[in-house]
DNA sequence: GCAAAAGTGTTTCGAATACACCCATGA
DNA sequence: TCATGGGTGTATTCGAAACACTTTTGC
């Protein structure tokens, strides 16, 4: 029957669409490729998977290396392996939705790597399939956050509710009710107030808030009705 | 900076976790495997990613080749890619579920392939990771039939409200009370009551039901409460 | 007439929605 | 004092869950 040895080989690489939240926009964090084909055209962070590395590794190490960050948000949502998606060689992409939080990044940042941040509508063109990656990524963040408490891995430690309603109005392209919305995020008993408040936003003020971090690892897998609709 | 030439090369395969119903039990497909390593140990429908196929056409060739069948619900759900799962050669694997009519396979089989069902709950240990898949699949599905209408993919064309419901029971684990079974299902619109019915399970007799295709393909996105809690 | 499965209706509760005003403060 | 954004409460509706009896028919 079949062997192993008549069968091709193929390159595997891993591709990360990397979410951040600039307290306004939703954005993504695009670098310039570093080699052919397609050089210094605007793409997604990735790699190979090298030889002792599983995907994931692949994807965490990837991703340290161009953000300087570790223990991010990880998700990997599809294999991307038409065969003719790299016109150069056949190579079959493992993509990664990440969340990072963006004020932690920009710290952090050194210049080794031509990395930007994009307005997510308003972002260059991608090489390869890279565009059809961020519109399925975007699709499969909405699903998911209007499921699961995912959107915190993108704010600060210590963030407003304000800040937290602005980003599932980004990431759903629509508008909530501020009252329904308090009300929901309080029930999930996920949130603790803090004594200090946020004035660079107002003149009267927002409350900091940050994660209860127990109940957010207990809660996670949990089926909640975070989104209307 | 990196070159494709220097980056490692790898199998790449599909494996399907090939899901069935018989009425009362939840069902899977296994096959004994037909090569080395492992020959003729239990393993999931597999196969090698062709030179000029995506992983999907794979796994829609792999399984027509073992069912007879086409046109079959798949998903793609996860990429098992550690270094040492293959202990012959790194072989990377893009798992996918599928959901098959159980009636419909029995009357195309041929003996060829040495395939057969078992119990979800009562199956042989599989080769590499498999079980791992099987186990991953089985929260997969669960997750994802609790939200959407997937699950009539097992049933046969016509089908009764009590083989539905033990159905839902099945991949949920649970109890699920028929009187608010029934409403939520009714409510869906997604059926449509034929004058026949089932004779087979009692006296009485419980109605067939056919799906109505254009409700359900234009409501399979939406998210809905089909299992309680 | 009785066993065995199919089918149906009501009440209760909680969650989701729609909706509008007061508060605190700096300028 | 007023403009700006932050914060809160209520009534209504809808869906989810809990719960038990009647129907059909073959034996």
Chains 1, 2 share one sequence.
Not at 23 to 30: E, I, R, S, V, Y
Not at 171 to 193: A, E, P, Q, W
Request: hydrophobic fraction near 35%; charged fraction near 25%.
């Amino acid at each position: 029957m079949i062997e192993y040895s008549s069968q091709p080989h193929y390159l595997v690489a891993v591709d990360c669409i990397v979410f951040g939240f600039d307290g306004t926009q939703l954005k993504l964090l695009l670098v310039r490729r570093g080699l052919e084909p397609e050089i210094n055209q605007w793409s997604l962070i990735g790699g190979f998977v090298g030889a002792g590395e599983s995907p994931d590794q692949a994807a965490i190490r990837v991703l340290k290396k161009n953000t300087g960050l570790e223990g991010i948000y990880l998700e990997q949502f599809q294999v991307y392996g038409e065969p003719e998606r790299d016109p150069i060689e056949r190579t079959l992409s493992v993509a990664y939705f990440a969340l990072i939080d963006i004020n932690k990044y920009q710290t952090q940042l050194n210049s080794d790597f031509y990395a930007e941040w994009f307005p997510i509508n308003d972002k260059p063109k991608l090489i390869f399939d890279h565009d059809t990656m961020v519109t399925d990524a975007r699709k499969k963040l909405r699903y998911k956050a209007a499921l699961h408490p995912i959107l915190f891995e993108l704010l600060p430690k210590k963030f407003t509710l304000p800040q937290l309603q602005i980003l599932f109005e980004e990431v759903n392209d629509s508008k909530i009710d501020t009252r329904n919305f308090t009300r929901k995020i309080n029930s999930t008993g996920l949130l603790v107030r803090l004594e200090e408040k946020d004035r660079s936003g107002s003149k009267k003020g927002a409350y900091y808030f940050k994660l209860d971090g127990k109940k957010y690892r207990s809660n996670f897998q949990q089926i909640l009705q975070l989104i209307p609709g």
